[in-house]
């Protein structure tokens, strides 16, 4: 609901964030943790040392329309991730950190040998208004709260993501129904098509049957679909992990598969198998006789919370989410050979390791091989799970991240 701010000549401005946060809080209720809480709790009470603020933080900044909690946190502190500092550091204006707008300026105040933020300036600084206090003109403005605070990242990273890759076992991809036929001897499908697919009279080679295709109330109507299940290795052991299937669009299910009876050429009963009706909804590339049909998972309501897990936590990059792509950079996505058996959750961030160079040791007479350490090159964070590997978002770096690059938990 559009909050009214009317005729106001002075407002505290405490009060007026704490009115703010309360209506966005309603509005969405955004992931805050015990463990983030805490960490809040504590700047609060201490400030942060001087040492911890980025080298270039400025002494005030006024949020504008596209920031992201992340981005702001790495402005004023030498970790983005570290973002309940930040929070901590006004908790007392800003009650919630996943509710800050478009216009609100913060002020660091550095006084006492540690750092705190303030909403407004202090009384006696230069330019500085009374404290807590802003002057606003007679008028009536309505807005949004709900859609006009910033979010903790960029949602645009990553969404085009989640509609996409998917990490099958192999069991689960054989057995996915699949396309078997289409209209008119069709070898490519694009959105608007018809085609007919089959579930359980598919068969699943060694595997078994799988399920079959049913518009019965209660059954999914809306699928993805997916091709070319290529297995995801880990780095070090080869082990097979999972399997990615390739998207490339959806379809929704317009007739159940069955079974009908009829006679052969020879007069004998037979049974017949009817595929399932499908339409084509949507196409990312067009569609062919074998792409497989995985039901549409429900929608819901994806906060990222950037966040260092709470145990240590190694592992490699699998692979480099695109065709052909043998490096990463900002904003990409990449396989980790890390998942939800790990302890890893969505919003963890990792820092990512550049392998140390091997070379000779010309010091040496011996001329001996040595390995550089492993050097810090940049940050990912987790948004999606699975068992046994994650997709992750490359937030930061250095150099291009590569497949069998390294990461660990950020200090």
């Given at each position: 609901m559009p909050t009214i701010f009317a005729r106001f000549s002075h407002i505290s401005i405490a009060a007026a964030t704490l009115l703010i946060a309360s209506a966005g809080v309603q509005a969405q209720n955004l992931p805050i943790t015990p463990d983030q809480?805490?960490?809040a709790a504590q700047v609060a009470r201490t400030g942060v040392p001087l040492a911890d603020l980025a080298p270039n933080a400025p002494d005030s900044y006024t949020v504008r329309p596209g920031d992201t909690l992340?981005?702001?946190?790495?402005?004023?502190l030498k970790g983005p991730w570290r973002w309940p500092e930040l929070w901590g550091m006004n908790l007392e204006d800003i009650r919630n950190p996943h509710r800050i707008y478009p216009g609100q300026q913060l002020y660091l105040?550095?006084?006492?040998?540690?750092a705190t933020l303030r909403t407004s300036r202090r009384a006696g600084d230069a330019g500085g208004a009374p404290a807590n206090t802003v002057r606003v003109s007679p008028r009536t403005r309505y807005e949004s709260l709900a859609d006009a605070s910033i979010p903790t990242l960029a949602p645009?990273?990553?969404e085009p993501f989640l509609a996409e890759p998917l990490i099958v076992d192999e069991l689960t991809f054989s057995r996915a129904p699949r396309i078997v036929a289409t209209q008119e001897g069709r070898v490519l499908l694009s959105h608007g098509d018809r085609a007919y697919a089959l579930g359980a009279y598919a068969g699943g080679g060694d595997d078994g049957p799988g399920q079959p295709l049913s518009d019965a109330k209660g059954e999914p109507l809306n699928y993805r679909v997916f091709r070319n299940a290529t297995p995801l290795k880990d780095p070090t052991t080869q082990e097979i992990l999972g399997y990615e299937a390739q998207?490339?669009?959806k379809a929704e299910l317009v007739r159940s598969e069955s079974t009908a009876q009829s006679t052969d050429k020879d007069g004998k009963p037979q049974i017949d198998i009817v595929p399932a009706t499908i339409d084509i909804v949507a196409a990312k590339e067009e569609m062919r006789v074998g792409d497989r049909l995985i039901p549409e998972p429900p929608r819901e309501l994806r906060n990222y919370v950037p966040r260092a897990p709470s145990s240590p936590i190694t592992g490699q990059i699998v692979s480099v989410y695109g065709n052909a792509v043998a490096w990463a950079s900002e904003n990409q996505i990449v396989v980790i050979n890390r998942g939800a058996r790990d302890g890893l959750e969505r919003g963890h961030v990792m820092a990512i390791l550049k392998d140390g160079e091997r070379l000779t040791d010309k010091t040496d007479s011996a001329r001996p091989d040595i390995k550089l350490p492993n050097e810090r090159n940049g940050?990912?964070?987790?948004f999606r799970t699975f068992d046994r590997l994650s997709y992750a978002l490359v937030m930061q770096v250095t150099d291009g991240v590569k497949i069998g690059d390294h990461f660990t938990n950020p200090n």
């Open positions: 809480q805490a960490t992340w981005a702001i946190s790495g402005m004023f105040d550095k006084s006492d040998g540690r645009q990273a990553i998207y490339v669009g940050l990912l964070m987790v």
